[in-house]
Structures are given as structure tokens and as C-alpha cells.
């Protein structure tokens, strides 16, 4: 049975972005995952202070995607590796969402966003599901301990 995320309303809810699953990284505390994972475009510059203080996770994905901010020019290379560096301590931090998603078992979890093919399946289900993979990698990680 596929498990599907997507709104922090749902089940599994926890398993987004977006979850108030807060957590230290980085000598710093970010509000979410999303927080952490936007503030990344940006280091070395104010831009990532402004995305970690900004209150929603909806706030720090907008300002992430504004591209009059000026994208580190290897994001596209690091960008998974920081996603699961988040996911990772989001999970390690909150034993309750980390026993949500060790009770998963071996099912395959989807990022059900209808707008998102690379993070999500997408709307018809042909996106790369780079979040779902890496919350699974992220349980085998957790397992493993």
C-alpha cells in the first residue's frame, strides 16, 4: 500500500515540508524543513536569515523562489543532499513523527503535489518523487540506529 502526503492536515502530514516540526541544524533553529531547505539557496548572504525568521513555511518557500535573490550557483548539485540533511534531523529530533514514519514499514511514500515533478509525483503521477525517496532513504537511516 503507497502512502501518500501532502497537506500537514492529513495523515502523515508530518511526513511535508511544511509540518511545525522544528529542529537545530547548523548552530541555528529553523521552524520547519522548508524554512531550512530555502534558507540553503542563500548562504553567506542576509537572504538566509530573513527566510529562517520569516513565520510560515509558506513565507520561506515564496521568498526561496524569488529570483531576484541570488542563487548559489551549485544548487542544483546540492540540493538533495541538503533536502535529506533536513529531513534527517527533522525526523532525529521529534520521536513521534520518527515513530510515524518507522511505522511505515517498507511501503513507498509519495509526495501527492499536484504542481510538483521533481519533489512530488506531480498531477498525473509522473514526477521523480524526490521527497518520498528521500524520507524512505531517511527511514532506513533511522532503522539502521
Excluded at 54 to 69: C, F, I, L, N, S
Amino acid at each position: 500500500m503507497t502512502i501518500y502526503f501532502y497537506s500537514t492536515r492529513e495523515e502523515y502530514g508530518c511526513f511535508s515540508n511544511f509540518s511545525p516540526h522544528g529542529f537545530e541544524l547548523d548552530n541555528l533553529y529553523w521552524y520547519t524543513s522548508e524554512h531550512y531547505f530555502q534558507a540553503q539557496k542563500f548562504p553567506g548572504t542576509p537572504h538566509l536569515e530573513q527566510i529562517r525568521l520569516v513565520k510560515t513555511p509558506k513565507d520561506a518557500a515564496r521568498m526561496g523562489r524569488e529570483r531576484k535573490r541570488p542563487l548559489r550557483p551549485d544548487w542544483e548539485k546540492v540540493k538533495d543532499d541538503i533536502m535529506r540533511k533536513a529531513v534527517l534531523c527533522k525526523f532525529e529530533t521529534h520521536t513521534d513523527i520518527r515513530e510515524i514514519l518507522l511505522s511505515t514499514g517498507d511501503e513507498e511514500i509519495v509526495e501527492n503535489s499536484p504542481i510538483d515533478y521533481y519533489w512530488g509525483c506531480g498531477a498525473d503521477g509522473s514526477g521523480k518523487n524526490m521527497l518520498g525517496i528521500i524520507l524512505m532513504e531517511v527511514r532506513e537511516i533511522l532503522r539502521q540506529r
